[in-house]
């Protein structure tokens, strides 16, 4: 399978500042989302709940969550965010994080809606075991040093959400996939592909077209270990790559379905911000002012 490299421009890393300096420690992507008015939008940046709490307890942090883009001139930069920017999901066992992106100049694509693969999609298109994976996000041996360097891992669909699974966040609702998960992947987009993906407008990702679409099946939450005995399992903490290897990586990565990531969007503080954007734009217009590109602004 080929993969179009605009895919990799989705994602973002995201680092802890310490005494020792920056510290990256998984992956984000961006996301953009209608207003509800003309063509209007605005967009976020979406990860793995886990992540924002691990950099939260970072010893030796600032108190802060950076994000390291690249530029137009693709050049890495870090801009920062205090950790109570982020929006969680309600539920405490799904781990999802959303964040407003405000106004930036960068280089990076947006992931739309219209790539999500809700229920309904899921059942139409025919997604379910067996179903070509990709994700692409941070390797930590190689983020890059003057720009991010994101990695595109692949695998495949191994079982469909049906009873929930137990991990050390509570008994989840999950795909589990067949894929060789590492540390820094956390929070990464994950694509369930029938064909190739091809570049929207405004650099946005597209779908290609039935019959061969690719949708967004979720998001990279983390893979099972093999603890001290081989019958016993444990979810490892991928928020911290550099940290020591205590398990073995028994290839079954956990991914939150991409409803969840709506559901967070949906939150009632992110969707009032959504609907204040869109009433001042209805007001622009009555007014005959000039409508503001909103698409990369969230306050």
């Known amino acids: 399978?080929?993969?179009?490299?605009?895919?990799?421009?989705?994602?973002?890393?995201?680092?802890?500042?310490?005494?020792?300096?920056?510290?990256?420690?998984?992956?984000?992507?961006?996301?953009?989302?209608?207003?509800?008015?003309?063509?209007?939008t605005t967009s976020y940046l979406v990860t793995a709940r886990h992540v924002?709490?691990?950099?939260?307890?970072?010893?030796?942090?600032?108190?802060h969550v950076y994000m390291r883009f690249n530029s137009r001139e693709l050049k890495a930069g870090y801009g920062r965010c205090a950790l109570n920017a982020w929006t969680f999901h309600d539920d405490d066992r799904v781990d999802v994080a959303a964040m407003p992106?405000?106004?930036?100049?960068?280089?990076?694509?947006?992931?739309?809606?219209?790539?999500?693969?809700?229920?309904?999609?899921?059942?139409?298109?025919?997604i379910g075991v067996g179903t070509q994976l990709f994700f692409p996000g941070l390797f930590v041996r190689r983020?890059?040093?003057?720009?991010?360097?994101?990695?595109v891992r692949f695998g495949n669909i191994a079982a469909m959400p049906?009873?929930?699974?137990?991990?050390?966040?509570?008994?989840?609702?999950?795909?589990?996939?067949?894929?060789?998960?590492?540390?820094?992947?956390?929070?990464?987009?994950?694509?369930?592909?029938?064909g190739p993906v091809w570049i929207g407008k405004n650099?946005?990702?597209?779908?290609?077209?039935?019959?061969?679409?690719?949708?967004?099946?979720?998001?990279?939450?983390?893979?099972?270990?093999?603890?001290d005995v081989p019958d016993s399992d444990s979810l490892a903490d991928d928020a911290f790559p550099f940290s020591e290897p205590k398990s073995v990586n028994m290839g079954i990565g956990i991914v939150v379905p991409a409803k969840h990531i709506q559901e967070t969007l949906d939150q009632p503080y992110l969707s009032s911000q959504r609907d204040a954007l869109r009433i001042k734009l209805e007001k622009d217009a009555e007014a005959n002012l000039p409508v503001a590109d909103l698409r990369e602004l969230g306050e």
Not at 16 to 28: E, F, I, K, P, Q
Not at 112 to 121: E, H, N, Y
Not at 143 to 151: K, S
């Open 1 to 40: 399978m080929r993969i179009h490299p605009t895919i990799e421009k989705c994602v973002v890393f995201l680092a802890s500042n310490t005494a020792d300096g920056m510290r990256l420690r998984g992956t984000a992507f961006l996301l953009v989302h209608p207003l509800g008015y003309a063509e209007a």
């Open 52 to 63: 924002v709490e691990g950099i939260q307890k970072t010893a030796g942090g600032d108190g």
């Open 101 to 126: 992106l405000g106004v930036m100049d960068h280089a990076h694509a947006y992931v739309p809606l219209s790539m999500f693969a809700t229920d309904k999609v899921v059942e139409e298109q025919g």
């Open 143 to 151: 983020a890059g040093e003057e720009q991010n360097l994101p990695i």
């Open 162 to 194: 049906g009873e929930r699974i137990k991990t050390k966040w509570g008994n989840l609702e999950a795909y589990l996939v067949e894929a060789r998960s590492i540390g820094g992947l956390s929070g990464s987009p994950v694509f369930a592909t029938l």
């Open 203 to 227: 650099d946005e990702l597209q779908i290609a077209g039935n019959p061969q679409p690719t949708f967004l099946l979720g998001l990279v939450h983390g893979h099972w270990d093999t603890v």
